[in-house]
Nanobody, 119 residues
Framework: VQLVESGGGLVQAGGSLRLSCAAS??????IGWFRQAPGKEREFVAS???????YYADSVKGRFTISRDNATNTVYLQMNSLKPEDTAVYYC????????????????WGQGTQVTVSS
């Protein structure tokens, strides 16, 4: 499966962004979002299964929402109430179990999109 992220950018704290992950190839799969800040490990953000079960990191619960449009093979990450600590490169990933927050469980990755939240 091939993954292409888009929608990143610069936003002020408290603002919103919506990231998109367009999938092609084997699209009947779970999709996850991870992020990596400079000098830090890549960390799990959210995931969604084909049956629309969703999982979130505690740090984003109540602020981020993951959804998917199976007709267009696109997964979205709506990010509200953004904080400076949300600044990172955001990656979408495919193939892992939706309940897994380990990056090593996910086999396919996009190129990433930068999200910068200014204070």
């Amino acid at each position: 499966v091939q993954l292409v992220e888009s929608g990143g950018g610069l936003v002020q704290a408290g603002g919103s962004l919506r990231l998109s992950c367009a999938a092609s190839g084997r699209t009947f799969t779970t999709i996850g979002w991870f992020r990596q800040a400079p000098g830090k490990e890549r960390e799990f953000v959210a995931s969604i299964s084909w049956s629309i079960s969703t999982y979130y990191a505690d740090s984003v619960k109540g602020r981020f929402t993951i959804s998917r449009d199976n007709a267009t093979n696109t997964v979205y990450l709506q990010m509200n109430s953004l904080k400076p600590e949300d600044t990172a490169v955001y990656y979408c990933a495919a193939g892992g179990p939706a309940s897994s927050s380990s990056r090593w469980s996910w086999g396919s990755w996009g190129q990433g999109t930068q999200v910068t939240v200014s204070s």
